[in-house]
T-cell receptor
Framework: GENVEQHPSTLSVQEGDSAVIKCTYS??????FPWYKQELGKGPQLIID?????GEKKDQRIAVTLNKTAKHFSLHITETQPEDSAVYFCAALYTGNQFYFGTGTSLTVIP | DTGVSQNPRHKITKRGQNVTFRCDPISEHNRLYWYRQTLGQGPEFLTYFQNEAQLEKSRLLSDRFSAERPKGSFSTLEIQRTEQGDSAMYLCASSRFSDTQYFGPGTRLTVL
């Protein structure tokens, strides 16, 4: 079926450590995979995205990797800071121009 | 660039009442999306406009829900005969040609 699985659902790391969140998707035709950060009471904010013609993309402390063969992609945050604490969602663009979102990962960075 | 705006931010209504939400997308964005988000879940696609044309609707979208984008700019989402199960955050997003979507702050609906 159409879904995006996201793991873990909660993640706690010490400040300065790295955090990794993984997602898998089912539609082999998907070619666009954004990641969003959502703080309490706010809408999701796009932090990074990747298209299927590349395997990795980096923006300062944030990177995303994509494995199209295995149909999974991951978010990597290095040198985590307390302000990185939020809920992170992955998404995949499926056939029909519909986005399907993961169930979210609540990240807590412990000072 | 003022971002996507949504009004109202919060709405409390009684079961059976009708409610309408508004979304103003980023200027010149031709695509507009509505999503519903419940606690602990990711946004769930409801419907999508390209300019004024409604191109996709989720099969999960009840016939009590209707959306319009009459001039290809702002959009409204109406829920008729609200039910307690409609309580959620309703999110709007817009994009310009590309896939990149930008979300608004959402409208939180509580049905009593």
């Amino acid at each position: 079926g159409e879904n995006v699985e996201q793991h873990p659902s909660t993640l706690s790391v010490q400040e300065g450590d790295s955090a990794v969140i993984k997602c898998t998707y089912s539609d082999s035709a998907s070619n666009y995979f954004p990641w969003y950060k959502q703080e309490l009471g706010k809408g999701p904010q796009l932090i990074i995205d990747i298209r299927s013609n590349v395997g990795e993309k980096k923006d300062q402390r944030i990177a995303v990797t994509l494995n199209k063969t295995a149909k999974h992609f991951s978010l990597h945050i290095t040198e985590t800071q307390p302000e990185d604490s939020a809920v992170y969602f992955c998404a995949a663009l499926y056939t029909g121009n519909q986005f399907y979102f993961g169930t979210g990962t609540s990240l807590t960075v412990i000072p | 660039d003022t971002g996507v705006s949504q009004n109202p931010r919060h709405k409390i209504t009684k079961r059976g009442q009708n409610v309408t939400f508004r979304c103003d997308p980023i200027s010149e964005h031709n695509r507009l999306y509505w999503y519903r988000q419940t606690l602990g879940q990711g946004p769930e696609f409801l419907t999508y406009f390209q300019n004024e044309a409604q191109l996709e609707k989720s099969r999960l979208l009840s016939d009590r829900f209707s959306a319009e984008r009459p001039k290809g700019s702002f959009s409204t989402l109406e829920i008729q005969r609200t039910e307690q199960g409609d309580s959620a955050m309703y999110l709007c997003a817009s994009s310009r040609f590309s896939d990149t979507q930008y979300f608004g702050p959402g409208t939180r609906l509580t049905v009593l």
